[in-house]
């Protein structure tokens, strides 16, 4: 890597949504006096009687869950879209709202209460992807929805109220806003290349092999050169697809199998469970060609030096610009390695 990207303050560009990062590697030596998280290392049982999620159980509305096994979709209790809300529009000057409709999704990802995707095999992480491929399918073929965003928030720091295995898949029918700047960025791209953002992206990172965690026949994982977050990382198909529908039955092993590698180093990075916020952005279901977008997933954990470390985005980051200190290089290379000890070892 560039000497100067190592040892001076500089600040790289996100091509994805056409913003930029401050990265500020000198300051990694600092001396750390702010807060520290707690940490406790919770032994879950693998059913809990008192948990809205787990098979058998009553929810908060009444409803009885199935006796599942893998996974289980139901609509969210508590949706923040509606379905059925009026279709409006308001303005009074610089006063400006519109309706928004849409639908709220729960997967559990497992009826074992104790688990996390990273204590899952691959195979039932293939079942967790078939069914999200299952409802990105039905729910763009709604009329009013134009956009399927899949997600998973993992641990209490993250907001997570329900340590249960799941996520969430949010439907809309307009484009959520980091969506409209990628589709926005990779058209702008496509136009200009014939070839989208992401094919050109890991050409370069599978040359200069700086950040990249992980690879197999079908998907890389690595730490962007733009990553915002310490341990952020980004998994991403070797060939062209739009979204995760276009994935053959042998893509799908090999992206459970990406998720499963990245997740069990991120618990063996710091010995916890390892929080994050992780999703898929892929294509708009507006009916449009769309051939400009490559779908991806990133992680974007909050830790920072330690598990009880966590990375605020405070200050001049929340009025200014995302900054970072340790460079997603040296991020990557610690990812590298522990999941090539994961392998000689023969963990999977």
């Not at 095999?121 to 965003?149: C, D, M, R």
């Not at 769309?290 to 030096?305: G, Q």
């Amino acid at each position: 890597m560039n000497s100067d990207l190592k040892n001076y303050s500089h600040k790289r560009y996100n091509p994805l949504i056409g913003e930029w990062v401050l990265v500020s590697p000198h300051r990694s030596k600092r001396p750390w006096q702010g807060q520290e998280e707690e940490t406790t290392v919770e032994k879950r049982p693998k059913y809990d009687k008192t948990c809205y999620l787990c098979a058998g159980n009553i929810r908060a509305n009444g409803d009885v869950n199935p006796n599942y096994e893998d996974v289980f979709v139901f609509v969210n209790d508590f949706s923040a879209l509606q379905d059925d809300s009026e279709t409006f529009s308001f303005q009074y000057g610089l006063l400006k709202a519109e309706s928004e409709q849409g639908f709220c999704k729960v997967i559990c990802f497992s009826s074992d209460h104790s688990k996390s995707l990273a204590q899952m095999t691959v195979k039932s992480i293939q079942k967790v992807i078939h069914a999200w491929q299952g409802e990105f399918i039905s729910l763009s073929k709604l009329p009013n929805i134009n956009y399927v965003q899949i997600f998973e928030n993992k641990g209490t720091i993250m907001g997570c109220s329900n340590p249960h295995p799941h996520g969430q898949i949010w439907s809309n029918s307009t484009l959520p806003n980091e969506v409209f700047k990628k589709d926005k960025q990779q058209l702008k791209y496509f136009k200009e290349n014939n070839i989208t953002l992401l094919e050109d992206y890991l050409k370069q990172e599978l040359k200069l092999n700086e950040r990249i965690i992980f690879e197999n026949r079908a998907f890389v994982v690595l730490t962007p050169f733009w990553a915002v977050w310490p341990f952020e990382a980004m998994i991403i198909p070797k060939s062209r697809q739009k979204n995760i529908t276009e994935l053959t039955s042998e893509d799908t092993l090999l992206f459970a199998e990406a998720i499963s590698v990245l997740t069990k180093i991120y618990d063996k990075l710091f010995n916890c469970s390892f929080p994050y916020s992780s999703g898929i952005h892929q294509a708009p279901s507006n009916g449009e060609n769309n051939e400009h977008w490559h779908w991806h997933m990133s992680f974007y954990p909050p830790l920072l030096r330690s598990a009880t470390i966590k990375k605020f985005m405070v200050g001049y980051e929340l009025f200014a610009t995302p900054q970072r200190d340790i460079t997603p290089e040296t991020t990557a290379e610690m990812l590298k390695n522990l999941a090539n000890n994961l392998y000689q070892t023969k963990y999977f």
